[in-house]
Structures are given as structure tokens and as C-alpha cells.
């Protein structure tokens, strides 16, 4: 199984909804909306990184609101 931590910056007045479209996503484990430099941390999981990169060009990045996101691969 692998995850990546995706660390996320939203519009202003974007991070609620684009939390819980985040939520809905398949492979998005969780997804929460934070204080700090990022406005959305989430935790995607799959079989491959490859798959969940996969996930995260197709489906995260193309999200109306998101400006910028930065990933982390976990290393177990």
C-alpha cells in the first residue's frame, strides 16, 4: 500500500468546499482543512504511487479553487 501527504492552497473561500469534494474522491483518505502557510492537507492511499499520482493529476489538481499543491511520498 502507498500514501502520499498532499499539502494544498486554495482561493479564499474555497478550502471548506474543496475539502469535502476532497472527501469524495476515491483514494483520499482524509482531508482536512488547516491553519498555517497551506489552507488543505490530505492523505491519499493506493496500490501504487503511481496510481495515486495518477489520482491527484486527474482528479485533485483539475479541482476549480486550487492554486498550488505540493506532495510527499510516505517512505514505510
Known amino acids: 500500500m502507498a500514501r502520499i501527504y498532499l ?4 482561493l479564499p473561500g474555497k478550502d ?8 469524495g474522491i476515491r483514494g483520499v483518505t482524509q482531508a482536512d482543512v488547516i491553519t498555517g502557510p497551506y489552507d488543505i492537507a490530505a492523505v491519499l ?6 496510481d495515486i499520482f495518477s489520482n491527484v493529476i486527474k482528479k ?7 492554486n498550488r499543491t505540493e ?6
Open 45 to 50: 492511499e493506493g496500490e501504487e504511487t503511481s
Open 71 to 76: 506532495t510527499f511520498v510516505a517512505i514505510e
Open 7 to 10: 499539502l494544498i492552497n486554495v
Open 60 to 66: 485533485v489538481r483539475k479541482l476549480k479553487g486550487i
Open 16 to 23: 471548506v468546499s474543496i475539502r469535502d469534494t476532497l472527501r
